[in-house]
Nanobody, 122 residues
């Protein structure tokens, strides 16, 4: 399974970005998908995930009310709308299949993509 993340960039505190996670060579509609992030010197952490149908979602506490995960299975893409961004949201963001809406990457997942850099300036 391979994913391509995009949509990152440099934004001021309080700004917005929308990240996209596109599948390469397979269809996403059978998989729950999660967004993860890794800041310099820190471990990768789960940010948000969505069930295969889109019915269920889960969010890291610190992003609740600011981030919204969604998916368009017809476009084979999962999105992460990020509003009211804070400097502490600065990280490389990755997507991966998850075990339901838990922040656990599917152990059969191949390898992490290159991610997309999000930088929030204060």
């Amino acid at each position: 399974l391979q994913f391509v993340e995009s949509g990152g960039g440099l934004v001021q505190s309080g700004g917005s970005l929308r990240l996209s996670c596109a599948a390469s060579g397979f269809t996403l509609d059978s998989y729950a998908i999660g967004w993860f992030r890794q800041a310099p010197g820190k471990e990768r952490e789960g940010v948000s995930c969505i069930s295969s149908s889109g019915t269920y979602t889960n969010y890291k506490t610190s992003v609740k009310g600011r981030f919204t995960i969604s998916r368009d299975n017809a476009k084979n893409t999962v999105y992460l709308q990020m509003n009211s961004l804070k400097p502490e949201d600065t990280a490389v963001y990755y997507c991966a299949p998850t075990l339901g809406v838990l922040f656990v990457a599917d152990p059969d997942f191949g390898s992490w993509g290159q991610g997309t850099q999000v930088t929030v300036s204060s």
